[in-house]
């Protein structure tokens, strides 16, 4: 890997790999957590860990982490204070699991770029002075079982595991049956272990022009169900006028969510909906929505969320319906290490330093370690959706970047 085009091509061809496994026929990718293509990609980072000499481990939680070890002979060590000497490690990865009929790119380009960063550094004859650790974290969309960010939750506590182990997915499989047990829940002893985390994602939007950028923030945002229950009738001799349609008020309350958010310079989307029982002929018994909100600061999200279920409320009152709104998973603002980003900035020649509406594990973990995030542009600007796509060239760029930010953090 000499060259740029070198790192190039070894993208390609190490992407290749990756690209078969999940995709649906229209290009999309259904890779939930630990279904069948999630466990390929799983097996795929036992094999590329493997081949670089990095021992795995995982926490009980789902999540892998692959080490290289400064010290000959640390195997199946996660880092250098894994026997309470030497100095913390630096963790770095995504996630391999997305959103139904998501992106290429969003999660296991971090892990990708981040074996490739460890081959760059290698190959440059560099020998870091404290652990380098890879990490693939479980569930982090919540596709599968409504939490987003489960596994990096888990890891730091920020989740109760029983309250986790019980949460089931469209199948009704509860979480503590796929893993076989119920998950282990926080591991201090494995987060005191790093001493910084930094994740290289493709950025998402249209916000980042330049190949490469460093986060600067996380909107604070979340979901919430709302279960609008009404009475299932014949669509043909029930009045308009005697109908408690649940239809209606869910109508209504998407509505509202856009007008709300717009108002607000904030985001709301109902990506996903449950109709009982799903009839043409039939009107519905009950409705459930799922609300994403999302916005620049904790007051603008909280009043957000509350005007829509203010009036979706009023409005069940007129249809005659009832309707519940239960949050299933809430991320307040992030910050991240405003000296650490500008240092990495710099470190790069001055790439942009910018905030995003996406969540993140490294949001997750920035309450709890000194964290960095590195964008790489979507040219596109669309992602969760099989159009999101990175250029070659700026995903090499990427793992140029993030090598020589894990140079710079592992170095001393
Ligand atoms: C995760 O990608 C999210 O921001 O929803
Ligand atoms: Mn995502
Ligand atoms: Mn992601
Ligand atoms: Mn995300």
């Keep these: ?99 139904p009929h998501g992106g290429a790119f969003d999660g296991p380009l971090g892990i990708v770029s981040a074996f490739l960063a460890v081959d760059l550094l290698r190959a440059r004859g560099f020998r870091p002075a404290r652990p380098i650790t890879v990490a693939a974290f479980a569930e982090e969309e919540g596709s599968r079982f409504g939490v987003a960010c489960l596994g990096s939750r888990l890891l730091t506590g920020a989740i109760d595991p029983a309250r986790a182990a019980e949460l089931t997915d469209r199948d009704g499989l509860a979480l503590g049956d796929v893993l076989g047990a119920a998950p282990a829940g926080a591991r201090p002893d494995l987060v005191a272990g790093f001493d910084a985390y930094v994740e290289l994602h493709v950025e998402q939007g249209r916000a980042l022009a330049a190949p490469v950028g460093v986060a600067s923030a996380i909107w604070p945002h979340g979901r919430w169900r709302f279960d609008v229950e009404g009475e299932g009738n014949h669509a043909g001799t029930t009045l308009m006028s005697d109908r408690r349609d649940p239809m209606l008020t869910y109508a209504f309350t998407v509505l509202a969510a856009n007008k709300e958010a717009r108002l607000r310079d904030a985001h709301a989307t109902v990506g996903r909906v449950e109709v009982t029982p799903n009839a043409t002929n039939a009107i519905p018994s009950a409705v459930r929505g799922w609300l994403d909100a999302r916005a620049a600061d904790e007051a603008t999200l909280a009043a957000l969320v509350e005007a829509v279920a203010k009036k979706a409320t009023e409005r069940a009152g007129r249809d005659g319906t009832g309707i519940r709104f239960t949050a299933e998973s809430t991320t307040g603002e992030v910050r991240f290490d405003e000296g650490l980003a500008a240092r990495l900035a710099g470190l790069l020649g001055g790439v942009p330093i910018l905030p995003t509406g996406a969540g993140h594990d490294a949001g997750v973990l920035s309450a709890h370690l000194p964290t960095a995030m590195l964008f790489v542009r979507n040219p596109t600007g669309v992602s969760h959706a099989p159009a999101e796509t990175a250029a070659d060239a700026d995903c090499a760029a990427g793992v140029e970047a993030l090598a020589r930010v894990l140079e710079e953090l592992s170095s001393t």
């Design 1 to 99: 890997m000499s060259s740029d085009l070198d790192l190039v091509h070894t993208f390609r061809e190490v992407w290749a790999e990756l690209s078969g496994i999940g995709r649906a026929p229209d290009g999309g990718y259904l890779r939930f957590a630990w279904s069948p293509a999630e466990v390929a990609l799983r097996d795929w980072f036992h094999a590329q860990a493997a081949s670089r000499d990095m021992p795995v481990t995982h926490d009980g939680n789902g999540n892998l982490f692959a080490t290289w070890s400064p010290a000959a002979g640390a195997s199946g060590a996660v880092s250098g204070r894994g026997d309470g000497n030497g100095p913390g490690g630096v963790l770095t990865g995504s996630h391999f699991d997305s959103v």
